[in-house]
């Protein structure tokens, strides 16, 4: 079966750090793109950040970039977050996403993990 | 930045067509996705590069692109098809993926 797993996620104190990981399982993680995306409650989808299979093209959303990290580990089908310089506003749930390529969208999904940035 | 605009909520009688809008400058040059989510649920892709449905969404679930605006259809809605729906492009201008801000599909 084809999985997801998040995990990293608590309560952090504003200006903390924190790192979310991704698990895969059921597929050849060393060839898919993967993305983070997130949900503040109550709100809508936020794009995070984007890594290429290799790990060699990476973006991110203009909210997060110099304060966040997104790495991977092809040989453990692992995806990660390092997350800097916490803000209130980084409060939300956390989902890493397959991403085909192309013109496929993002057809995998993990579960997510909630991050709470709060004094 | 590119901007996606979608409607706050739709609403529909079981049985009905629901059309939920997604409108973009030139929208219709770029590949667009559609996720669906349900209350405390992780989203689901249930339409990509336009009009294509990944293997399990029913044929209800259709896309069109053209223009400013792409549109998800959903056909015969069920009571089952409530949920938030979610449009996505990705912005090659800014090497961004962009979300539309969701539309609250409401089956009366």
């Known amino acids: 079966e084809v999985q997801l797993v998040e995990s990293g996620g608590g309560l952090v104190q504003p200006g903390r750090s924190l790192r979310l990981s991704c698990s895969a399982s059921?597929?050849?993680?060393?060839?898919?793109?993967m993305n983070w995306v997130r949900q503040a409650p109550g709100k809508g989808l936020e794009w995070v950040s984007y890594?290429?299979?290799?790990?060699?093209?990476?973006y991110y959303a203009d909210s997060v970039k110099g304060r966040f990290t997104i790495s991977r580990d092809n040989a453990k089908s692992s995806l990660f977050l390092q997350m800097n310089s916490l803000r209130d506003e980084d409060t939300a749930v956390y989902y890493c996403?397959?991403?085909?390529?192309?013109?496929?969208?993002?057809?995998?999904w993990g579960q997510g993990t909630t991050v709470t940035v709060s004094s | 930045s590119y901007v996606l605009t979608q409607p706050p909520s739709v609403s529909v009688a079981p049985g009905q067509t629901a059309r939920i809008t997604c409108g973009g400058n030139?929208?219709?040059?770029?590949?667009v996705h559609w996720y669906q989510q349900k209350p405390g649920q992780a989203p689901v892709l249930v339409v990509y590069?336009?009009?294509d449905r990944p293997s399990g969404i029913p044929e209800r679930f259709s896309g069109s692109n053209s223009g400013n605006t792409a549109t998800l259809t959903i056909s015969r809605v069920e009571v089952g098809d409530e949920a938030d729906y979610y449009c996505?492009?990705?912005?090659?201008?800014?090497?961004?993926?962009?979300f539309g801000g969701g539309t609250k599909l409401t089956v009366l």
């Open positions: 059921g597929f050849t993680f060393s060839t898919y793109s």
């Open positions: 030139n929208i219709g040059t770029k590949s």
């Open positions: 590069d336009d009009s």
């Open positions: 996505q492009v990705w912005d090659s201008s800014s090497d961004h993926v962009v």
């Open positions: 996403a397959r991403d085909p390529g192309g013109k496929n969208g993002m057809d995998v």
């Open positions: 890594i290429s299979s290799s790990g060699s093209t990476i």
